[in-house]
């Protein structure tokens, strides 16, 4: 029988093609179910555009569902997608940040998926482990990024340092003539990636923002420890102060820098955008392995009427091929399961098996116990390191007083 | 022409109008409904929701959920330290850009108003920076102020000064130094142009009298210019001051309200209670505290202002 289109149908069809970005025949997808997805990484040169040809590869592989990508910048994505959960709506598929994951399994605004997942068919990566809360599952891996330090062979001029006096040494004999031995962040306006490279320094020292038990422990030694090394290598003189992150890491490209304690998927900008860039990689020179770890996981969002639509696509994702190629995408990082490398990219990319062998000792940046206090935490925490850095505080008294702000404030 | 009218003679009693409503008593609120109606729906609505969101503890992640707290948001605030030094901050900054801006393009209108070749074309300049986005603005004075490549410092250096290498957004003493220099960069042509146009009301007859009379610049501009301008002057400086409360575009994207606190205004503070702290009630009660600042200015203004115009009778 032939169908006739109808009136309504031709106006469908119409709308569909004005609001479908690639206006491609709408008529033979007036039966799919449209789903959004909204992540960071679609906004992110190079990999944004590879990550929505992945998502299309969902889109072609059925006729029933679409996910659309949505990009949003870090900036605002957690605002964003929050007042809009807020409000009773929002993306049906949202790729968090961990800090906003937990936030976000505490006001029962994403689905458990307990039922969507048996875990006897997959072999997890490490960091899945932290994406359970109170036993349930509320998410998946979607990137997982370790830290490492990365170096420019030709301007470090020798091996790369194992611990932290040869480190500062290292970024001393590598400072002059405009290069710089390293960079970091120390700016309250790029207060995340503050937060993020000062948790590599205080892990790296053995500190930890919380024991576990319900205890911050931000005074304690581990942690004054990592502030002292903060310290040392600000008054250094070899970090270019005052540069943002997107300005060190493009002086790193262009052979101005020689070392940063970065993650997996900054490596991987930096060999797509420099592949000539004589790129190394070494475990980070503090006294113990532990370092920060970059968690993304992939949720569906509490108000979703599609869920079941929203499910598959969270499944068709953890598939053996969906994987791999998110995984070839997303280069140094890690994807939800355990994917193993091929030996041509492995023998190309040597510094990826530093990522991988990292993976066993990276932990959150999050106060373990307080992770949905963890902004308020970490407001308090960078305003007594910036008061060491800046105006001299005493570190151990300069974290008394951060100790002292915070337990009074994680208690309100 | 008169017409005479006998003694005792009853005057025919005029034809009077039927009596009929006043058509035109509707015509003031025809004008004013619409207002009214903006302003009660969203100015005073929200205004009444933040009072009532104060009083409660509401995350942002659920807005619909409040939890009654009474006045604890306000404790919280009194009680911190930190709250103490974003009052001052906000007096500090908002004090220094009404008295820099006014100043500044009081003496800008000044110079702007003499004649010279090419007035037209440096009127048109002063207004350039007023025009430009305040995050395009922003992003360029992040980088002027950059210690290692900044020009600011470089200026510096050139002029001799051996403390060229300052770190001005990331030094507790210097934020908020730069952050003003950035602002009253922005806000002075406004100030300029505002009085530029007050200046045109002066009467050059009084203006020459005085000249006349062997008045010297001061005494001129101090017994004709500035009574003319005075008003004018007085309703810039409430627009200044209510916009210098509620700046944050500026402050979030040069520092986000640090280092250490030296550049966290009101605005800022409610913008991180609401939206990095997720705490909505707290937020509301930070704005709250705002809100009334505001008032009181606007109060303080029209206080002057009503005194002022009893002074010169004209009340």
């Known amino acids: 029988m032939v169908h006739h289109p109808t009136r309504r149908d031709l106006g469908r069809a119409a709308a569909a093609a004005l609001l479908h970005p690639l206006g491609r025949p709408a008529i033979a997808q007036g039966a799919r179910e449209t789903l959004t997805f909204a992540a960071v990484t679609f906004t992110e040169a190079g990999r944004g555009e590879r990550l929505r040809a992945w998502v299309e590869r969902f889109n072609r592989s059925q006729d029933r569902i679409e996910v659309q990508a949505v990009g949003i910048p870090f900036a605002t994505l957690a605002n964003t997608v929050f007042t809009q959960m807020g409000g009773g709506g929002g993306p049906d598929l949202v790729r968090f940040d961990q800090i906003d994951y937990y936030a976000a399994v505490a006001a029962n605004r994403i689905l458990p998926l307990d039922d969507v997942i048996d875990e006897q068919d997959y072999r997890f990566a490490a960091p899945d482990r932290y994406l359970k809360v109170g036993g349930k599952r509320y998410g998946i891996a979607f990137e997982s990024s370790n830290y490492v330090l990365l170096y420019n062979r030709t301007l470090l001029r020798g091996a790369a340092p194992t611990s932290f006096d040869a480190f500062l040494a290292a970024a001393r004999e590598a400072t002059g003539g405009g290069n710089y031995g390293f960079a970091y962040r120390a700016t309250m306006a790029e207060r995340p990636g503050f937060w993020q490279d000062l948790c590599n320094f205080v892990y790296g020292f053995g500190g930890r923002w919380s024991d576990g038990q319900g205890n911050l422990t931000l005074n304690a030694p581990g942690v004054v420890e990592g502030v002292v090394a903060y310290k040392r290598m600000f008054d250094s003189g070899t970090t270019p102060r005052g540069a943002d992150a997107a300005t060190y890491r493009r002086m790193f490209w262009e052979g101005k820098l020689a070392m940063e304690v970065d993650n997996g998927g900054v490596a991987t900008i930096f060999h797509q955008q420099a592949p000539n860039l004589p790129l190394a990689a070494a475990p980070s020179p503090f006294p113990t392995r532990a370092q920060g770890l970059v968690l993304a996981p992939l949720t569906i969002n509490a108000n979703t009427r599609k869920r079941p639509a929203a499910a598959a696509f969270v499944k068709w994702t953890l598939q053996p091929e969906p994987q791999r190629e998110l995984q070839a995408i997303l280069g140094a990082s890690n994807v939800a399961t355990v994917v193993e490398r091929s030996p041509e990219d492995l023998a190309a990319q040597p510094w990826l098996k530093v990522y991988d062998d990292q993976t066993p000792n990276s932990v959150p940046q999050l106060v373990e116990g307080y992770e949905v206090k963890t902004p308020e935490v970490q407001q308090i925490v960078l305003e007594q390191v910036l008061r060491v850095l800046q105006a001299g505080s005493d570190p151990k008294r300069a974290m008394d007083d951060a100790q002292r702000q915070a337990a009074s404030r994680v208690r309100r | ?315």
Request: charged share 15%.
């Open chain 2, 1 to 315: 022409m008169s017409q005479d009218v006998a003694p005792g003679a009853v005057r025919p009693a005029a034809a009077k109008p039927a009596a009929r409503p006043d058509e035109g008593r509707w015509v003031p609120y025809l004008f004013i409904g619409p207002l009214a109606l903006y302003l009660l729906l969203l100015q005073f609505y929200p205004l009444v929701q933040e009072l009532l969101l104060s009083f409660t503890s509401t995350s942002l992640l659920s807005p619909r959920d409040h939890t009654y707290v009474g006045l604890d948001n306000y404790r919280n605030l009194i009680a911190a330290s930190d709250f103490h030094q974003v009052l001052l901050v906000t007096f500090v900054y908002t004090i220094a850009c009404v008295v820099l801006a006014v100043g500044l393009g009081l003496a800008a209108a000044m110079l702007l108003d003499q004649p010279f070749r090419g007035r037209g074309v440096a009127r048109a300049l002063v207004t350039i920076p007023w025009a430009a986005p305040p995050v395009a603005v922003a992003l360029v004075f992040v980088w002027i102020f950059n210690a290692q490549y900044g020009v600011f410092n470089f200026v510096l250096r050139s002029l001799g000064f051996e403390s060229g290498q300052e770190n001005w957004l990331d030094s507790p003493e210097l934020a908020l130094p730069a952050i003003l220099i950035t602002t009253i960069w922005q806000i002075f042509p406004f100030a300029a142009v505002v009085i530029l146009a007050a200046l045109q009301g002066v009467s050059s007859e009084l203006r020459e009298a005085a000249i006349i009379d062997g008045a010297d610049r001061l005494s001129v501009f101090g017994a004709v210019v500035w009574p003319t301008i005075r008003p004018s002057v007085a309703l810039l400086a409430l627009f200044l001051t209510i916009w210098s409360i509620r700046r944050f575009d500026l402050i979030w994207l040069m520092t986000q309200g640090g280092p250490i606190g030296a550049t966290e205004t009101l605005v800022i503070k409610l913008y991180r209670e609401g939206f990095v702290y997720r705490d909505l009630g707290q937020a509301a009660s930070v704005g709250m505290i705002g809100v009334a600042i505001a008032l009181l200015v606007t109060f303080v203004y029209f206080h002057f202002t009503r005194r002022a115009e009893i002074a010169e009778g004209r009340r």
